[in-house]
């Protein structure tokens, strides 16, 4: 993993780039000393660790716009954080950057019942919204792992899911608009309170770009009415293989689950010694389904889904009779990193989306390559929209296995698209998938793309270093063609 190169002159000038910097936001919003650096050297992925170069917490949309102005006048690289959960290092800091921290936006700013809506700041946690709307019978559907800490503004930078995305969708498929800021200082808002507009879709272009187009300020969400019910189950299998393909007969059957989740039976142990949801720990495989709606609904739907997994040899189904114990099955899953990282001094957690028909197949082959490493791996995922979770167990005290780690998983990305997957479902690309692009995306297709980045980042200063394993200048990337021809608009400049 490579990083551009530091700058060392804008290194030289650290203490006149803070004095800058604290002219716009306040010195108490200016952190320049190694220990206060040291919270933002990393993010969820901890393999990797760089302290930046200055750290800045701005609380308002205009300090925000003065200091990404003030940092494309000065040639100074910029990575914006939000709550620093991200599992792909997309918030890795650079040694000459500046680190935008988004914590301090914090608020909600409406809650719009009429037009089931609410606006919200950056650095809410995914969390906190569900919990201002829950009495008055509303949610928000994305519900990452990670959702107690995660914010929303981390969630729009790399597209989250979560157990529920199966039936409710991603992070895009809920969000109504954005205010952003361009490095330029401009303050652009796409979307708004309606359901769709007209143009490009601006907004879904800024879902998933991972910090490298803009700072996203502010997020217009939209809230769900809570279902009138709903009810869990767990099914057991004593074969993974037989646990996947119950998955693609009941998507087949065209039943569309609230959530559908499948644990192996090392992360079946560790969720239940953990916090003890009641799962069967002598099952090599777990489903959890759960099916909401109007209580007719619901039954249909579990005796549906009962009648496939038995025909697909379950050992064990249970089905919540309380909503305490729907809640039960789910904090299991909820809970199962940290469970895992009882059993294990480290691990290293993998994403990829797969076909739900290759689940089998897929899933046989990393227990043929957990051998061949001689690592251990949990699988922990999205079963119903096929996004995979593997969870590479190692010990970094031991020589040679964070590498080993790092192998097996890009062999898990690349069988993920060998079968016609690709190597992210929600955790992003950024360093850790960065160097495997080549291999779903041609070089003209990611020329392509860089593109787009230079007609919002002609200078290339936001989270450079992610998602691009070569970063091309605009300049040399020069005009898109048409036809044969160049665009016929001289007075666009050049990318």
């Known amino acids: 993993m490579k990083m551009p190169d530091p700058d060392t002159a804008v290194i030289a000038r650290k203490d006149e780039l803070a004095a800058g910097l604290a002219a716009i936001i306040g010195e108490e919003g200016v952190v320049t000393d190694e220990t206060g650096l040291k919270a933002f050297e990393c993010d969820g992925l901890t ?34 954080r939000g709550a620093g959960t991200s599992l792909s290092g997309g918030a890795l800091p650079l040694a000459d950057g500046i680190l935008l921290g988004m914590g ?13 809506l609410a606006r919200v700041q950056p650095g809410v ?24 800490a995660c914010s929303i503004g981390g969630n729009i930078a790399e597209n989250s899911g979560g157990v529920h995305c199966l039936k409710y969708g991603l992070t895009t498929n809920n969000i109504l608009g954005l205010e952003c800021v361009l490095t330029d200082g401009s303050v652009i808002r796409l979307g708004g309170s309606h359901f769709d507009g007209g143009g490009y879709d601006l907004m879904g272009l800024m879902t998933g770009s991972e910090g490298l187009l803009a700072v ?36 087949g059957e ?76 789910w904090a299991g899953r909820k809970a199962a990193f940290p469970a895992v990282g009882r059993i294990s001094p480290d691990y290293y957690c993998m994403d990829g989306t797969i076909p739900r028909h290759r689940l089998p197949e897929v899933l046989t082959r990393m227990a043929e390559m ?3 490493f001689g690592l251990r791996v949990a699988n922990v995922f999205h079963a119903g929209d096929g ?55 041609s070089e003209e297709d990611l020329k ?48």
């Open 370 to 372: 957990s051998k061949r």
């Open 47 to 80: 393999a990797y660790q760089q302290p930046p170069l200055i750290a800045v917490l701005p609380e308002t949309v205009e300090q925000v716009s003065a200091v990404l102005r003030y940092c494309r006048e000065q040639g100074v690289r910029i990575v914006p």
């Open 448 to 495: 392509q793309q860089q593109r787009v980045k230079c007609a919002f980042d002609p200078q290339g200063l936001l989270n450079p270093g992610k998602m691009f394993p070569v970063l091309h200048r605009c300049a040399e990337l020069g005009r898109m063609h048409i036809h044969g021809g160049r665009l016929p608009f001289p007075d666009i400049p050049r990318f």
């Open 125 to 148: 946690t995914n969390l906190a919204i569900t919990r201002a709307v829950e009495a008055d019978g509303f949610y928000y559907a994305p519900d990452p792992s990670s959702q107690i």
């Open 387 to 441: 996004n995979l979770h593997p969870l590479i167990l190692y010990d970094a005290n031991e020589p040679g296995e964070l590498e080993r780690a790092e192998e097996f998983g890009a062999e898990i990305l690349k069988l993920c698209v060998e079968v016609g997957g690709v190597l992210t479902g929600e955790h992003g690309v950024g360093v850790e998938k960065r160097d495997l692009m080549g291999t779903m995306f």
């Open 216 to 251: 996203i300020t502010e997020v217009t969400v939209r809230l769900l009415p809570t279902p009138p019910g709903a009810r869990a189950m767990l099914i057991g299998f004593d074969a993974l293989e037989a646990a996947g393909d119950c998955v693609s007969a009941v998507i």
């Open 104 to 116: 301090k936006f914090n608020r909600i700013l409406q809650i719009d019942y009429d037009n089931r």
């Open 254 to 329: 065209g039943i569309i689950p609230a959530g559908m989740e499948m644990m192996d039976n090392y992360a079946i142990r560790a969720a239940e010694d953990f916090c003890h949801p009641g799962y069967p720990t002598d099952a090599a495989a777990l489903l959890i389904v759960e099916l909401d709606g109007t209580p007719a609904d619901i039954e249909f739907g579990l005796q549906t889904v009962r009648r496939i997994a038995e025909a697909h040899g379950a050992s064990s189904v249970r089905i919540s009779e309380s909503e305490e114990e729907r809640q039960r099955f």
